[in-house]
C-alpha cells in the first residue's frame, strides 16, 4: 500500500508544482518559448522555433495594428494599408500555425507584452496622430522584419519554414514600400 502512496503523492505534488508555475506566466511568447526549449534537444529546430515564436508574436501585433488603423485612422490610405496588414499577416500566421502543428512547435496565442503594450501605445491615438504613429511604425518594423525573415531563408534549418520565411520576403517588402508611401502622405498632416 505505501508503494502506491508515494507515488501517488509525488505525482500529485509534481501537477500542483506545474499548474502553479504555469498560472505565474502572463507573458504568451515567454510561454512557448519555454515550452520550445524542453523539446528542442530531440528536434534540432531551436533557432527555427525561435524564428516562428517571434514572427507569430509580430504577426499578431500587425492584425491587431491593422485593425486599429480600419478604426483610428482617419487617411483612407492608413485604413487600406491597415486592411492589407492584418488580411496578409493574419493569412501567414495562420501558414506558420499550420507549420508549427506538424513539427510540435508551441507559437504564443496572445501578444508578448512587449507587443501589448505597443498596441496599446497606438490605440490611445486619434486621427492624424494615429496615422503618423501608425505608418511610420510599419516602416520600422517591416525593415527589421525583412532582415529576420532573410535571416532565416538564409540559416534556417528546417527546409519548409526557410521556404516559408523566403516567400514572406516580397510580401514584406511591398509592405515596406507602401508603409514609406503611406507615412510620406500623412506627415504633415
Not at 509580430?58 to 491587431?64: A, D, R, T
Not at 492589407?84 to 508578448?112: C, F, I, Q, R
Not at 505597443?118 to 496622430?129: I, L, P, Q, S
Not at 535571416?151 to 516567400?167: M, R, S, Y
Amino acid at each position: 500500500m505505501k508503494k502506491i502512496l508515494i507515488p501517488a503523492c509525488l505525482a500529485f505534488t509534481v501537477f500542483v508544482t506545474s499548474c502553479n508555475n504555469e498560472e505565474d506566466k502572463t507573458d504568451s511568447k515567454e510561454v512557448a518559448t519555454e515550452q520550445n526549449e524542453a523539446r528542442e534537444d530531440s528536434t534540432d529546430i531551436d533557432n527555427d522555433a525561435s524564428f516562428a515564436v517571434s514572427a507569430a508574436d509580430g504577426g499578431m501585433l500587425e492584425v491587431k495594428l491593422g485593425q486599429l488603423a480600419q478604426a483610428n485612422g482617419s487617411s483612407a490610405q492608413v485604413k487600406e494599408l491597415g486592411k492589407m496588414m492584418e488580411t496578409d499577416h493574419g493569412k501567414a500566421g495562420e501558414e506558420l500555425k499550420a507549420w508549427a502543428a506538424k513539427y510540435n512547435v508551441s507559437l504564443p496565442g496572445a501578444l508578448s507584452e512587449d507587443k501589448q503594450k505597443k498596441y496599446d501605445e497606438m490605440a490611445a491615438k486619434k486621427g492624424a496622430d494615429f496615422d503618423k504613429a501608425y505608418a511610420a511604425d510599419m516602416v520600422d518594423d517591416h525593415e527589421k522584419d525583412i532582415k529576420k525573415f532573410q535571416k532565416e531563408a538564409d540559416g534556417g534549418k528546417n527546409a519548409e519554414l526557410k521556404a516559408w520565411a523566403a516567400g514572406k520576403l516580397p510580401v514584406l517588402q511591398h509592405h515596406l514600400e507602401m508603409s514609406k508611401a503611406t507615412k510620406d502622405a500623412v506627415k504633415n498632416k
